[in-house]
């Protein structure tokens, strides 16, 4: 290993996991090398100070201390370590813990793509390897560049969005009176989708500029601020906010035609029409909701018709109840009829099927990784009671919950 390749600390306590992150991520590419892994987030802080690495990758729920802990302790001790953390759904209100304490970002540890961490991989390097890491002190009185300021709003933004902190809708307000004052009249969002490397560079500033963000998402969001009047947010490492006036919709529309004809994987939905600082954060924060639901479902945005897309909200969303045809059928203003011919036309499935499919990933992640009792993970699928859930699980697995958690445990184990 070269004195200039970034250490990696990995700690989860699957050994599946841990195993394909080292074996399958083409660390090299990202200059970097998996110097430990740990099996807890105790081994994992012992492992921390033996290697020093400068990239840990952890689990949140783990024996012992668990990864928001480690974090933790590891900014207290080399704040400038990159941190990313592996979450499942029900970690979600821990993730954003995690973050509060320093994490760039969090992946679902059973759903995420090479291109989504990949991109992680790539920012890191970027920040760790940029020359003069640290920003020098501004002289007294001197106002910040303008990019410093967008880096400012736009990570307030995430922060609020993510429930971390409060302050971005009092931000929002300054901004309203000042260089979003056009926001005050009929604006249009929108929510931007990019699938990789390629929109990336297509996105990617001049040849006279600084070199850009590391993320598609960011160099997205830098090439759509320098194409007209609007305003553009990174909201994650894939997704942009653009924000357009109402009367320059049609022009921006035929913008994104224009880029995703250079870059197929281009993909967006458009949000409701607001004006001022309250529609704009209701709309933003529907918008925003929508990032869920495509990581967590695989919903693409932009490619399914929303009241396809709309039911599957409803379907996550309310998992814990027992949402018939009917009712979503009537929630998205279709017959019932014309609702179950699209549904599995587009989804590839009947409703039915996917809900039970959406029911048993969520019984199967609980039944595997948390400690809750059966009861109350029926309770969280809408069973009526334990009983009835058992034999459920067990109609669909071949498996009864206890068997099933077991398993997983002893495999996790090995």
Known sequence: MSDTTIRVLIADDEVIIRRGLISTVPWERYGMEVVADAPNGTRAWEAFLEHE??????????????????????????????????????????????????????????????????????????????????????????????????????????????????????????????????????????????????????????????????????????GLASAGLCAAAALSGQHVLLLVPQEERQAWNARLCARKAADPQLRWTEGTAFSGASGWLAEVRRLHGRIELETRHRVRIGEWPEPIAAAVRLIVEQADSQLSVAEAAHEVGLSRSHFSTLFKRVVGESFVAFTCRTKLGIASELLAASKLTVQDIADRVGMPDAKYFSKWFKRCTGQTPSHYRTEQRMTDAR
């Open 53 to 222: 690495p400068e990239v840990v990758i952890t689990d949140i729920v783990m024996p012992g201390m668990t990864g928001i802990e480690l974090i933790r302790k590891i900014k207290e001790y080399a704040p400038r370590t990159k941190a990313l953390l592996l979450s499942c759904h029900r970690d979600f209100e821990y993730a954003k813990q995690g973050i509060k304490y320093g994490a760039s970002g969090y992946l679902l540890k059973t759903d995420f793509s090479d291109e989504e961490l990949g991109d992680y991989l790539e920012g890191f390097r970027s920040e760790l390897r940029r020359p003069g890491q640290q920003a020098p002190a501004q002289s007294g009185g001197a106002e910040a560049s303008a990019a410093d300021k967008s880096a400012g709003v736009e990570g307030a933004l995430r922060e609020w969005l993510h429930g971390i902190r409060d302050g971005f809708p009092a931000e929002l307000e300054r901004l309203l009176e000042g260089q979003w004052r056009w926001m005050r009249e009929p604006t249009v969002p929108y929510l931007i989708g990019c699938g990789g490397p390629a929109s990336a560079e297509a996105e990617a500033p001049g040849p006279s500029a600084a070199p850009g963000p590391a993320t598609c998402a960011a160099r997205l969001a830098a």
